[in-house]
């Protein structure tokens, strides 16, 4: 197993276990977090940034998950967990990733545009698509 693989799992474990921990343990120590004293202005702007960015994750986890049912279920956990879901999303693709397959497999769906052999280069004004049709017609 390559040592990237290796360092992107322990990175998201690491980073799902200490989100569990953090939310547990404030929780435990500070109670609900649903209390109107803690519903400052700063906390509104931050729950809308939050939730932006959840919206944004969705869009990749829909794109990527052919299953409503996997669809709904990752969706449920990205809103109700926030970043817990979004970690244990990530280490779930990474585990699933076979020897050899590069680390930005995990960004489209099985059976979906083949990365490697598209032909991406680089131009003056920033990245291009080759002229070669990234999926073979089917005549």
Request: proline share 3%.
């Amino acid at each position: 197993m390559s040592a990237q693989l290796t360092l992107a799992r322990l990175t998201f474990l690491i980073l799902l276990v200490v989100m569990t921990f953090t939310v547990i343990y404030t929780c435990a120590t500070d109670g609900s977090p649903f209390r109107t004293a803690l519903l400052t202005p700063w906390m509104k702007a931050t729950l809308i940034d939050f939730y932006t960015n959840v919206l944004v994750l969705l869009c990749w986890m829909w794109y990527k998950e052919t299953s409503y049912l996997a669809k709904c279920f990752w969706t449920s956990l990205f809103v109700c967990l926030g970043s817990i879901g979004t970690c244990l999303y990530v280490l779930v693709q990474l585990l699933q990733l076979r020897q050899g397959q590069p680390l930005s497999r995990i960004l489209v769906r099985e059976g979906g545009l083949d990365i490697n052999s598209a032909e991406f280069h680089s131009s003056g004004s920033g990245i291009t698509e080759s002229k070669r049709p990234l999926i073979a017609s089917s005549e």
